[in-house]
């Protein structure tokens, strides 16, 4: 199923196949391993294209910008959205990106600021947002 359309999405399964999300997601991660594909094709391409990687701390998404407030805004403005092409996904986030308001850029790394000095003064310790 997945082969024929590697565009499928969760809901797309759970219709068809009458199964719950947790048990697709099993599948395709623990039993599939989607995540190893998913995890080495990025880095092969950015290795051909000669960008240089920056390490960033394991397991701290509070600390990244991108995770803690672009991914997730951008992720629920194209909830639900199909794409015929990836150039017209890569064209709907471009577009949403710019719609992001000097305002909201500058309350995220106000955000991001807190974070680190949180960090600090935590010495590196894990903390969730309160």
Known sequence: MIERDRYMTYREIQTSLGIDM???HTILHDHLSVWKLCSVKPLIFL???NVELMTHCPYSPDLSPNDFFLFPNIKKKMRGERFELPEAAVETFRT???EVTASEWKKCF???FERMQKCIDLKGEYFEKQ
């Open 22 to 24: 947790k048990a697709i």
């Open 96 to 98: 949403l990106i710019s």
């Open 47 to 49: 290795s051909s294209k």
């Open 110 to 112: 106000e955000n991001w």
